[in-house]
């Protein structure tokens, strides 16, 4: 990365979901993104759509065993289209793993809202 | 930012960064080369025998977990010495005294030069294993999760009623107090408390415990959550015990100094910056193997920011790799929100804070002063 760029994004604001995704329903939300990957096997084949919220997030699911050197490339140029073809304020995650450490389970710690 | 703490050893900084002694990495950075870490924050398993309240580690759980064997340890650090990196401490998301890899680890590592460190519970840090490594050792930083046997006990173990673990705990961080004076040794010594709210109780005795110890020094920091909240903290209590922590400074002496993280205690959960560059700087890798830029990434949530694993590829390569530039790429965008997509104040806090800075003008970084602190190549 170039020092201009560090220093025009040092602080500029993330984008934000559009009022025109805000407005729509979570199922036009849900069946837009589905179409959207479906237009690319290389996507659709490993990932699932578990969820979409207010404030832009896109949960997926990784369907196919992938290895870390595998899954974050995917998952970014996943969210790079989505990002282009539907909404720039759109981020994707997968859902959070809770703790395997069986003593520490018993903290009862639940990870994540969503 | 703090002042550097005076100790016997020299200029102790916890709570702020030494990039001012790395400026070389500093300058490729900002003229967009692509540096290797000064250094790497890891542990070598996700394992652990105890189950702290305050455990970041909780949230920290991958796809799944590698164990890393011997072998990849070594090699990990030999790719470290390859690529320029000049430090690494074993903390991050386990227990590492607990892995077969932990005593040739370390030596290795002093073989090849690189600095290195440990922050342990001291359980299985038996007076053997610390006749092993605490020759080869920067430092050590022992978890002691609260001043009292039973709240100690009731924090970092199963209940108030388990206070052997305290016992175990204290007498093997007497015997490395005790190794270091009869040998002279350089390393210095420290406990740490991770002050939840609820521990307001446990500042004074944590204090005279690190005085009546004799460790080097005794330092109170914030805790960690995620981005989620999962752990519950209630950052706004903390101005509440400010006192307390005033006069826990005030126990310091001669060989033990007390010292509080402000800057994180009084950050809270609100950082000043949007980007985050401190992974290219000191990056961590998980104990199952996962390498990504920072522990705020390791839960499969973020798997996105996922850029390989060491027990399948070499570091090396993946370091060269573009996934890995482009995580780092993406954390310098404005596509990452670090005030809303990552946990409280991660271990690139401070490096962060200084870049974030630097790059806006308004407080350049510069080449530090003469004598260097101690711990310089661990930012």
Excluded at chain 2, 185 to 199: C, K, R, W
Excluded at chain 2, 288 to 309: C, E, Y
Excluded at chain 2, 325 to 331: H, N, P, Q, S, T
Aim: hydrophobic letters at 40%; one cysteine or more.
């Amino acid at each position: 990365m170039t020092k201009a760029k560090f220093i025009a994004w040092v602080d500029t604001d993330s984008p934000s979901p559009s009022v025109g995704w805000l407005e729509r329903s979570i199922e036009e939300r849900e069946n837009g993104i589905r179409q959207i990957l479906a237009t690319k096997p290389e996507f659709s084949e490993h990932i699932d759509l578990s969820a979409v919220t207010n404030s832009g997030e896109v949960l997926v699911e990784i369907v196919t065993p992938m290895k870390a050197s595998e899954r974050g490339k995917l998952l970014l140029d996943v969210e790079e289209y989505l990002k282009e073809a539907i909404d720039q304020g759109l981020t994707v995650w997968l859902k959070a793993i809770g703790d395997k450490n069986s003593l520490r389970r018993l903290r009862g710690i639940k990870i994540g809202k969503i | 930012m703090s002042q550097p703490v005076q100790t016997n050893q020299g200029s102790l900084i916890l709570d702020s960064h030494k990039l001012s002694y790395h400026m070389d990495r500093v300058n490729s950075w900002e003229a967009g080369e692509r540096i290797a870490p000064v250094s790497v924050d890891m542990s070598l398993t996700r394992g652990c025998g105890a189950m702290c309240s305050f455990c970041y580690a909780m949230m920290q759980e991958s796809q799944s977990r590698s164990s890393v064997k011997t072998a990849h340890a070594l090699n990990l650090l030999d790719d470290f010495k390859e690529i320029g990196i000049r430090s690494v401490s074993l903390v991050s998301d386990g227990e590492s005294t607990l892995s077969p890899a932990y005593v040739p680890f370390i030596k290795h590592a002093a073989e090849l030069g690189i600095d290195v460190a440990n922050a342990t519970n001291a359980w299985e840090l038996t007076p053997e294993k610390i006749e092993d490594v605490l020759p080869h050792l920067t430092w050590v930083r022992f978890t002691v999760g609260a001043g009292t046997p039973s709240r100690y006990a009731e924090i970092m173990y199963k209940g108030p009623e388990h206070t052997k673990v305290f016992d175990r705990a204290i007498e093997h961080i007497k015997y490395a107090v005790e190794y270091k004076k009869k040998n002279n040794l350089a390393v210095t010594l420290g406990i740490q408390m991770v002050l939840m709210p609820d521990l307001k109780d446990e500042i004074i005795p944590f204090a005279q415990l690190g005085v009546d110890l004799g460790v080097d020094y005794a330092v109170i920091k914030h805790c960690s959550d995620d981005e989620q909240g999962s752990l519950g903290i209630d950052y706004t209590q903390y101005e509440s015990m400010y006192e307390d922590l005033e006069r826990a400074e005030s126990l310091s002496t001669d060989n033990t100094k007390v010292i509080v993280k402000w800057s994180k205690i009084k950050d809270g959960d609100a950082p000043p910056y949007k980007r985050f560059y401190g992974p290219q700087f000191l990056l961590q890798i998980s104990g199952s193997g996962l390498v990504a830029p920072s522990g705020m990434f390791f839960n499969a949530r973020h798997s996105k920011l996922h850029i390989g694993n060491y027990t399948e590829e070499r570091f090396k390569d993946i370091w060269k790799s573009e996934r890995y530039w482009r995580a780092m790429d993406y954390l310098a965008s404005p596509y990452f929100d670090a005030q809303t997509m990552m946990g409280t104040l991660p271990i690139q806090h401070y490096v962060n804070v200084a870049l974030n800075e630097h790059l806006r003008g308004e407080r350049r970084l510069k080449a530090g002063m003469e004598p260097k602190p101690l711990h310089v190549n661990f930012l």
